[in-house]
């Protein structure tokens, strides 16, 4: 038994007004509510773990999930913040019709990101339709439409109902690619595939001028999505995420399912990368780490 993570469980984020955050998923995005509750995320009694949420949430859009937890007087999403930041996280939502998946985000109240609405990315960065755009509190999010025959299978069998169908995975800015896939590859993830996105489709998606950016899929062993992807912009330059509390709104969490935390977490320490650790404790269900340029990753053993 491999003691790395062995699937993406969800994306998490906060969020300072569920209620409207629960609206804006469900009408604009498709997303289901699975639950409220008032019940702290195991994560956060973790010691080193400072704010109580009020509330958290659960949605499902197909087999994928996010899972939202709000606080009391949270710190806003950075003001004009950019793809190209290294506190950029996103969750990327394939569609079946990005015509109407468009239109629905945009009227439901969809912040562009992207200059001229979706962009058809050249054969170059992988033929896709894209659009990036922010939810009420400024998370970013992307709509994804793949070509025929490319992307998981699971996304290539219509459903002409629902525009949505689910989560791709989570993108992120990193400053060192390679020290970044270092990093996870030591969590149990693997290269799958790479390639540099640049031209003017790719300026228009991030709304930045001269982009050029390697973008690096991993994924676990065992699941092949939702998955991870590492944005490393060559051009323009990053900037370095500000320190912030782990309740501002910029601080999403990806959760990942281990089977034997204790062991990945030696592991981890063993590779001289325990200033990794967060928070944790030891014989528990979870741990809160942060990846070479602070994004946050949560481990659950109780989970599947």
């Not at 080193?48 to 949420?53: E, I």
């Not at 990005?98 to 562009?112: E, T, W």
């Not at 490319?150 to 949505?164: I, K, N, V, Y």
Request: charged residues 20%.
């Amino acid at each position: 038994m491999s003691h790395g993570i062995q699937q993406l469980l969800r994306i998490g984020r906060n969020t300072g007004h569920l209620e409207r955050a629960l609206v804006f998923y469900r009408d604009a995005l498709g997303f289901r509510l699975d639950r409220v509750s008032s019940e702290p995320p195991a994560w956060t009694r973790l010691p080193r773990v400072d704010g109580v949420p009020s509330r958290c949430a659960r949605l499902s859009l197909g087999a994928q999930q996010i899972e939202l937890t709000e606080y009391p007087d949270i710190e806003p999403y950075p003001a004009n913040s950019t793809s190209c930041d290294l506190w950029f996280q996103h969750g990327a939502i394939v569609v079946n019709d990005m015509d109407a998946a468009f239109g629905r985000a945009m009227r439901c109240g969809a912040k562009p990101i992207t200059q001229g609405g979706p962009q058809l990315l050249p054969s170059s960065s992988g033929a896709v339709t894209a659009f990036k755009f922010r939810d009420p509190d400024g998370h970013p999010l992307e709509l994804l439409a793949f070509p025929p025959g490319a992307g998981d299978p699971l996304w290539q069998s219509p459903r002409p109902t629902q525009p949505t169908l689910g989560i791709d995975h989570s993108a992120l800015s990193v400053a060192d690619v390679e020290r970044s896939i270092r990093f996870y590859e030591l969590l149990g993830l693997h290269v799958v595939a790479r390639g540099v996105n640049r031209g003017v489709e790719q300026q228009r998606l991030d709304a930045l001028a001269q982009v050029e950016v390697d973008v690096i899929a991993m994924q676990t062993a065992a699941a092949r999505t939702p998955h991870l992807e590492l944005l490393g912009y060559r051009k323009p330059r990053a900037r370095i995420a500000p320190p912030t509390p782990l309740t501002a709104i910029a601080r999403d969490r990806l959760v990942w399912r281990v089977d034997a935390i204790d062991v990945l977490l030696d592991a981890i320490t063993a590779a001289h990368s325990a200033d990794a650790i967060i928070a944790t404790r030891r014989g528990t269900d979870h741990a809160l780490l942060r990846d070479p340029d602070g994004h946050l990753q949560i481990l659950t053993a109780t989970e599947s």
